[in-house]
């Protein structure tokens, strides 16, 4: 006979066992109900068969007496389902005392060892399902980055922002310092490109008259893999009109320290040996000052780089002064930021789309901000003049001539689009694999995407 095609009025085991919890030892409850789950252990003692059944929301022991459910043809790994009633074993082990007892899907394949689990790292990135399976702890955390998402939409919505989605295969990629993945189109015989942020045609939104708007989606950045960079990430972007960088360092403090308490009910994290409170106020540095503290401020590009180099950094890669001092803030200043710090105002050269502060034509409204040691997003106070901002992308053609890779390419149509005026607009972007890394304690970005890349085996 096969096995039923669906099971119906299923209870949670977390809420079974919850209710079991409350029962004295030896003692079965009054009431029915309904589990299923994978069966992840089984122990024989005579007539009495103890099966551990887990589902999303936990795990129970199952008593199987023989006289009962008949003889328990189960395996290791089978789904079944299991009616019964909640009851505590004379152990006081919270349990349901099975009535009946159904295969909903035989195993083909045995799991691996129970008691070693999963060990082999590559493996569990590969077989995914099988960590999820054998790895509470991996279940955990695909369902604690799934709760901040939806908190963060909730909050957001709550803020008056819209949700958008923007297109992933763009015909020209902007809004990063990034080399993009290049894809073709067939039918129009012409390149796209996946997109390496969402900025610019959100901001097109804000030209439109939607005033404040999100979008959480994939970007794609054609870059190596690391502890905290993946070529394929989730990312937060958002712009409100009528609002500055100033603006928004309080949202994002707010928006962080909710979605924690919301997500896990403190704002109180441990993330590489190290406890962090996301409350806020969070500590707020401007980045001259950070780097100056390392002995590293200076706009003299041949002198930082005999000071990096002397420091034993390798600015090989580093045709520009840009790129050299972006490389001291990423080797000295970030891995130090590890309460939750806000740099700001930033020197031009980093930033092509902010707008300048009022008292420095050389430094930007623009901070990013960091926990843990690692950088968790980017702000401006957005550039809403058109000729500046074409003046902008011609600097960074510059850039691009000598020798900077990842530098803006420029977009014509978003210059035309701020031509008919944007409204003063505050924006920014969150890393949500890294703030799953925060919130789970991972020490790798590859352990909160549940499927990473990976080099393809024969």
Not at 108 to 134: A, I, Q, W
Not at 205 to 230: C, P, T, W
């Amino acid at each position: 006979m096969s096995a039923p095609k669906r099971y119906p009025d299923r209870d949670e085991i977390a809420a079974v066992r919850a209710e079991a919890e409350r029962l004295a030892d030896g003692e079965t409850g009054d009431a029915t109900r309904r589990l299923a789950g994978r069966v992840m252990a089984r122990r024989d003692m005579g007539k009495l068969v103890f099966l551990d059944l887990v589902d999303r929301s936990g795990r129970i022991q199952l008593l199987c007496p023989v006289e009962r459910t008949g003889e328990v043809e189960v395996h290791l790994g089978d789904v079944v389902g299991a009616t019964g009633s909640p009851a505590k074993s004379r152990r006081g082990e919270p349990s349901l005392m099975v009535d009946a007892l159904e295969p909903l899907a035989r195993i083909r394949t045995p799991l691996p060892d129970t008691f070693h689990g999963l060990t082999d790292v590559e493996l569990r990135y590969r077989k995914r399902y099988l960590d999820l399976l054998m790895n509470d702890e991996a279940r955990d955390h695909a369902l604690v980055r799934s709760r901040a998402v939806a908190a963060i939409r909730r909050i957001l919505d709550e803020w008056g922002f819209v949700e958008v989605e923007t297109p992933v295969l763009q015909p020209r990629y902007g809004g990063a310092f990034a080399e993009p993945f290049v894809t073709h189109w067939n039918s129009l015989d012409e390149d796209r490109y996946l997109r390496i942020a969402t900025e610019l045609y959100l901001k097109r939104l804000i030209v439109g008259g939607l005033e404040k708007v999100y979008e959480i989606g994939k970007d794609f950045r054609n870059e190596g893999v690391s502890f905290k960079h993946h070529p394929e990430f989730t990312m937060l972007e958002w712009y409100e009109a009528f609002a500055d960088y100033r603006d928004t360092m309080a949202r994002i403090e707010t928006l962080v320290s909710r979605t924690a308490n919301d997500t896990l009910g403190t704002t109180v994290v441990t993330f590489r040996g190290h406890e962090i409170d996301l409350a806020p106020p969070w500590e707020r540095v401007k980045f001259v000052d950070a780097l100056a503290e390392h002995g590293l401020w200076t706009r003299d590009e041949d002198e930082l780089r005999r000071t990096l180099e002397g420091r034993g950094v390798d600015v090989s890669h580093d045709p520009t002064w840009a790129k050299l001092i972006d490389h001291a803030h990423s080797h000295f200043v970030e891995p130090a930021l590890i309460r939750p710090t806000i740099l700001y105002d930033y020197p031009i050269e980093l930033s092509p789309f902010a707008r300048t502060t009022d008292d420095d034509p050389t430094i930007v409204e623009r901070f990013e901000y960091f926990a843990g040691g690692i950088e968790l997003g980017n702000a401006f106070t957005e550039i809403n003049d058109s000729e500046e901002q074409r003046a902008r992308f011609e600097e960074q053609l510059a850039a691009g001539a000598a020798g900077d890779t990842e530098a803006e390419h420029g977009d014509p149509d978003y210059v035309e689009a701020l031509s008919y005026g944007m409204p003063p607009t505050g924006g920014i972007g969150l890393g949500i694999d890294r703030l799953a890394m925060l919130f789970t304690g991972s020490e790798s970005i590859r352990d909160v995407i549940l499927f990473p890349a990976l080099r393809k085996v024969d």
